[in-house]
């Protein structure tokens, strides 16, 4: 094994499905103990339950990371659960229907912003005091492609995921002498729920040019996504800060 989480604390948000789940699910097989968090309370105590099958350590602790109350909440309950944080990987976030910028309305505008930029900035803000205490540890954000190149049709989500990057690369120079590491993780069109559900209000020409964007000419997958973030979360990525690891098949070279 090239790296190793064993006893490592993780918080993974969005962690009922696609690529949260897909993380949590590697992590708990690697050792970490994991606190998992979703607003998908059913899907996201079956994660739990499931890695806890598979002889592996995690709780479960419902939060919309848009409400700043439920997230100090979560926050304290990884403090009161396992008494303390190494590693966070803020995957919670949404998509939006296509609409050139003119057509979105408030709603759908603030709503974007609320769970993907706003929720990111409010967990880093618990995560960063609890490490701040300890002297060390490891936030990794889920930005997207779209948030290092722009995204027709697609501007909320393209404006979120660029904050996003903004917020890790700002908070990654704040805090780096403190021991607290801060890095980006921005895959392109993975096979998620998410995705799936993007495609199927999609004609079939266009669905099928998404599916091959590429050079590879394929969708990624969600296990490619979680096995980069898994060695992130590991003492071997020790130098890595301030980054943006983008993951899209060739898509942006």
């Not at 540890?137 to 903004?166: D, E, M, R």
């Not at 996504?225 to 071997?236: G, I, Y």
Request: aromatic share 4%; glycine share 10%.
């Amino acid at each position: 094994m090239a790296y190793s989480l064993q006893d490592k604390i993780i918080l993974i948000t969005g962690a009922a499905s696609g690529i949260g789940r897909e993380t949590a699910l590697l992590m708990g097989q690697h050792g970490a103990e994991l606190v998992l968090s979703d607003i998908n309370i059913e899907d996201g105590e079956q994660v739990a339950a499931l890695i806890e099958e598979q002889g592996g350590r995690a709780h479960f602790k419902a939060a919309n990371v848009a409400d700043t109350r439920e997230v100090k909440a979560l926050h304290q309950f990884v403090l009161d659960t396992c008494g303390g944080l190494d590693c966070a990987i803020n995957s919670a976030g949404i998509e939006h229907d296509n609409l050139r910028l003119a057509d979105c309305d408030d709603d759908l505008f603030d709503r974007v912003i609320d769970i993907n930029l706003k929720g990111i900035f409010l967990c880093m803000r618990e995560q960063i005091k609890i490490m701040q205490s300890k002297g060390h540890g490891h936030i990794i954000n889920l930005a997207s492609v779209a948030g290092v190149k722009g995204a027709p049709t697609l501007a909320p989500y393209s404006a979120s995921k660029f904050g996003v990057i903004g917020l890790t690369r700002s908070a990654a120079l704040e805090y780096a002498r403190m021991g607290i590491r801060i890095n980006a993780v921005c895959p392109s069109f993975i096979n998620t729920p998410m995705v799936q559900r993007s495609l199927k209000v999609m004609d079939e020409k266009t669905a099928n040019s998404i599916r091959c964007a590429s050079p590879m000419r394929r969708l990624g997958e969600p296990l490619e996504v979680a096995r980069t973030l898994a060695w992130l979360a590991s003492d071997e990525s020790s130098f890595m800060n301030g980054h943006s690891v983008v993951l899209d098949g060739g898509l942006t070279v």
